[in-house]
């Protein structure tokens, strides 16, 4: 210490007379002095300037967040600082709190307000020289506010549950106060980041337990509460209505501090005190030491489990069946192209499965929806090699038919440079198609849309609208190129929504609209760089800045996305706008890979 003794650097720091002391020389003494807990000529109490390395806590006894007051201890220990704690109820209380700490010579304050404080903490700092960091659970963190904000949490558990595929999300409250306010708040602003309606029907306030709420749980898919106690409520509710966690309804929560309070089937975001006392005693002694330090609390809270969030149950169930084909296709690389009477060689070959049918059913599964393709492939060389393959990649074959007496359709791709030229060898087994519909009526029943891909025989097309129809299945028909008649046929035999691939046509709003008779049917034109479409009157378009290589293939991809996408029931025009726009970006996506 000489060296400091001499020139009295340590004594100036330690009676808070340091102004004139270099923040390093400043850090190596406060180190040193509280490594040692050294002292000045043996003066302990005699001087009230002089730094006591004690931390003062004023705590909110009603404030119910009493789990942060020991990691508060054992982080101001780690700094060499003791800690003195004082509590109260009332701001009388609170300022004799502030009183008895200023007679203590503490060196600086956390402070938990209470309720209707109205504590002026910056002439308290400017009075008597100890700074004071507030941790107000009931106001939004910040630079001068160290809490876990409500705010945050609201918006985590509301993205859980979006992320999830839900959109009717019930935020589910007990005491209208400060922290439930600002969850709500958290919890309606990502409603509104992610275009999601919400009105005050969907924030409600529970306040007696003891009477049933007047909520019907049915017209949600999940909820978001306050605090765990409010949650296992929610759960008992649910059960008496005939509702499960989360088979019928996804739940989610706010834990109790570290504990998640062992609901073992409830979802609950974690507040660790350990992790808000080592920030906020940091950021204190940062204050007190004259270290520069604007740092907000910012922290990502973590589920226990995430056993009681599942997608919802109307997407999780959802089924389609998709009637478009599947077949051999040979990929072929030729040098240049092959004019009437010559000869070329392939300069490479190979086979896959190929046909707008088998795209769909992929895209489907990748998005985690059940589907059911009808086909029938003949019992031959690629027709059992097509077999295999669909088992491989787990394709329900419960609809899938090995018939001896068909032939397995062949596709052969020809690319000459950028060029490409698709040639298509098979019959139409529509008819069949719909006798094995027919037959499968059981899992018909089970699906929400049909995907079907336009033929030359549109009456045997009109049917299986109709017999889709009769077991209340909507129909996706995806049409490729046709005369403006031809199209117009597919819409009066009563496809429920149209999806027509322009092959780098722009189409017209004009064509929409003649397509589009029924108030209800959605009509969608896919070129090669824009996605326009057409619903209850109102016409939209979304634009790529690429262009499909194919069309066609693209098409079959957005089918699929959207029957996935789509609300099983009638949707507003929001959520139909909102299911092309998430279909297209799936698409785009794929395209990509």
Known sequence: YAQWEDNHSLTKVINKKDESI????RRRIMQVVKEYHYTPYGEVLANKSQRSFML????????????????????????????????????????????????????????????????????YTKKHGIPVLSMDFRRRCDADNICFDFYELGYQMTSTMIDRGHERILCLLHIPGSRAMLLSQGYRQCMQDHGLTVDDSFIYVWKDYSSEPDLNLADYTAVVCYDMFLARKLAELAERADLSVPEDLSVATVGNGDRWMSYENISSLARPPQELARFIVNKLVDMIEGIPNDEVFVH?????????????????EKCLMTIGPVAMETVLQVPEHADGGTKHYAKSQEDVIGGGGFKQVLAAKDLGVTCYPVWRIGNDVAGRKIYRALKSEQVNMECVTMDSLVETPQIYTIYTGMHKERIFYGTSEMQNILSDMEEKRNVLRRCHFCLVQNGTDINKLGELIKLAHKYEVKVIVKAGVGTQQELASLSDYGADIMILAEN??????????????????????????????????????????????????????????????????????????????????????????
């Not at 270099?22 to 020389?25: D, G, L, V």
């Not at 109260?88 to 304050?109: W, Y």
């Not at 990502?300 to 999780?316: E, M």
């Not at 979304?542 to 009638?570: H, K, R």
């Open 504 to 593: 780098g046509n722009k189409g017209n709003e004009d064509l929409l609209t003649c397509l589009c008779q029924s108030n209800d049917k959605l009509v969608i034109a896919l070129s090669d760089s824009a996605c326009r479409f057409l619903y209850r009157g109102s016409f939209r378009e979304l634009c790529w800045n690429g262009e499909f290589t194919d069309m066609d293939a693209s098409a079959d991809i957005f089918s699929a996305a959207l029957a996935c996408y789509l609300p099983v029931q009638d949707g507003t025009e929001e959520m139909v706008e909102t299911a092309v726009t998430k279909a297209f970006d799936y698409m785009i996506r794929r395209v990509k890979l």
């Open 300 to 316: 990502c809270f973590d589920y226990n489990h995430q056993r009681s969030i599942d997608v919802p149950k109307n997407l999780r």
């Open 22 to 25: 270099s923040p390093e020389t």
């Open 56 to 123: 003062g806590i004023v705590y909110d006894e009603d404030g119910g967040n009493d789990l942060v007051l020991a990691p508060l201890g054992r982080a101001a220990s780690q700094h060499h600082y003791s800690v003195v704690v004082t509590m109260g109820k009332t701001p009388e209380e609170e300022n004799r709190s502030f009183q008895v700490l200023a007679s203590q010579n503490v060196d600086g304050i956390i402070w938990y307000p209470v309720k209707g404080s109205h504590f002026d903490s910056q002439e």
